[in-house]
């Protein structure tokens, strides 16, 4: 049987819920565009994979619900895990997992800053990648910085949106893009993008 919650903690609860479901259907309702992003530059199946394993996530959230904020996000990194495949299963997976591990049930801002930062170095671990090299850490990365410095929602959204599309002109140097050389300059990557939707979907919800 489900323990009892609080009145508090249900609200922060069906508020997770509510920023994980938006932030799926985001990039769910961005297949098309990924897959042709992917196509340029990469295997072609990045919108189709992500689609795949966030289908698979909004299936689990019904059993979600009422768990702590750390296993909440723990699962879904397992699911991510499971189900994306490609190289964006074990990456995007790797990020919740982290995040799961480091986030207190009721994170202050600072928390969720520290948990980003140790989530981003899980990322470059697992991929053995860094900034720079026009990967999905583009966008995370200086969006944990503003993050940790304060700046507000929509800020955070902006600069997302804007990191995602400075990865354009970028030699790839991880992922099947590097084998392009220059040729994979003047695409944005699709890690990048669908990352960047993931955080301007959060940003919307916590607005709203």
């Known amino acids: 049987m489900e323990p009892a919650l609080h009145t508090s903690e249900r609200a922060e609860s069906d508020l997770t819920l509510r920023i994980v479901r938006a932030a799926a259907e985001a990039v769910i309702g961005h297949t098309d565009e990924l897959t042709a992003l992917d196509q340029a530059i990469g295997d072609g199946d990045h919108g189709i994979n992500m689609k795949r394993g966030l289908e698979a996530v909004l299936a689990d959230l019904p059993q979600l619900r009422g768990k702590p904020l750390g296993e909440m996000l723990k ?12 190289a964006s299963g074990p990456l995007y997976g790797t990020l919740a997992l982290e995040l799961g591990k480091h986030m207190p049930a009721s ?4 928390d969720l800053a520290a948990a980003f930062a140790a989530a981003i170095e899980a990322v470059k671990a697992r991929g053995k ?56 300059i003047g695409h944005v990557d699709p890690g990048a993008r669908s990352a960047a939707l993931f955080v301007a979907a959060i940003c919307d919800t916590l607005e709203g």
């Open 75 to 86: 699962a879904i990194g397992m699911k991510l895990v499971m189900k994306v495949g490609g």
């Open 129 to 184: 990648s860094d900034l720079a090299q026009k990967t999905m850490l583009d966008v995370l990365a200086p969006v944990q910085a503003k993050l940790a410095e304060g700046a507000d929602l929509c800020a955070i959204k902006a600069e997302a949106l804007r990191a995602a599309e400075a990865t354009r002109p970028i030699q790839a140097l991880r992922g099947r893009a590097s084998f392009l050389g220059e040729r994979s």
């Open 107 to 110: 994170p202050s801002r600072g």
